[in-house]
């Protein structure tokens, strides 16, 4: 069984930082392609980046662009996101999305992420 | 506002069957590839649906969808009171980088 465990979600002062963490397991997680997306308190759902299964290609929103940072350790089968100059808009649940033959498959629980001061 | 449209809401009768919409652009549902999410209050979202029409392992039948040009449609049959949920199309977008757009969901009420 696929399982997804995010993980460093909490409370930050505007324009502090984060780390977020996915830790995956029960999935060849070298081989597939990564996501982070995001739902605001009571809003739909908003893509924030995506990383190729080597980690050479990645792409971003234009709303976190220049501001959040992906990452992969394969070794490690745990994907990253490093959240910088947060804004209250940043608020949000954020999940981390694993694809498998099936894109965009495999969903974390959520970590949620708070930006107030 | 969403790069995907969906109606907001929709309700229908148990046993009914509903169709939600999800119109793009070329640039996404016009040549790519699109999904259905199903997502309760307070959980994460569960694919229902991908490559437009074909049903991930243990959805029931009950839940189908299609595609055409650049508009996708998810039909749910013999509606259920379980069924009420939030449901998303996704798309994967080429223009100008790579993106993954959502609709902005249509809260689906059974009456």
């Known amino acids: 069984e696929v399982q997804m465990e995010d993980s460093g979600g909490g409370l930050v002062q505007p324009g502090g930082s984060l780390r977020l963490s996915c830790v995956v397991s029960?999935?060849?997680?070298?081989?597939?392609?990564m996501n982070w997306v995001r739902q605001a308190p009571g809003k739909g759902l908003e893509w924030v980046s995506y990383i190729s299964s080597s980690g050479e290609t990645i792409y971003y929103a234009d709303s976190v662009k220049g501001r959040f940072t992906i990452s992969r350790d394969n070794a490690e089968n745990s994907l990253f996101l490093q959240l910088n100059s947060l804004r209250a808009e940043d608020t949000a649940v954020y999940y981390c999305v694993g694809s498998g033959y099936e894109p965009m498959k495999y969903w974390g629980q959520g970590s949620q992420v708070t930006v107030s001061s | 506002q969403s790069v995907l449209t969906q109606p907001p809401s929709m309700s229908g009768t148990p046993g009914q069957r509903v169709t939600i919409s999800c119109s793009g652009s070329t640039s996404n549902i016009g040549r790519n590839t699109v999904n259905w999410y199903q997502q309760f209050p307070g959980t994460a979202p569960k694919l229902l649906i991908y490559?437009?029409?074909q049903r991930r392992s243990g959805v029931p039948d009950r839940f189908s969808g299609s595609k055409s040009g650049t508009s996708a449609s998810l039909a749910i049959s013999g509606l259920q009171s379980g069924d009420e949920a939030d449901y998303y199309c996704?798309?994967?977008?080429?223009?100008?980088?790579?993106?993954?757009?959502f609709g902005g969901g249509t809260k689906l009420t059974v009456l």
């Open positions: 996704a798309a994967w977008d080429d223009s100008p980088n790579g993106r993954w757009v």
């Open positions: 490559r437009g029409d």
């Open positions: 029960g999935y060849t997680f070298s081989i597939y392609e």
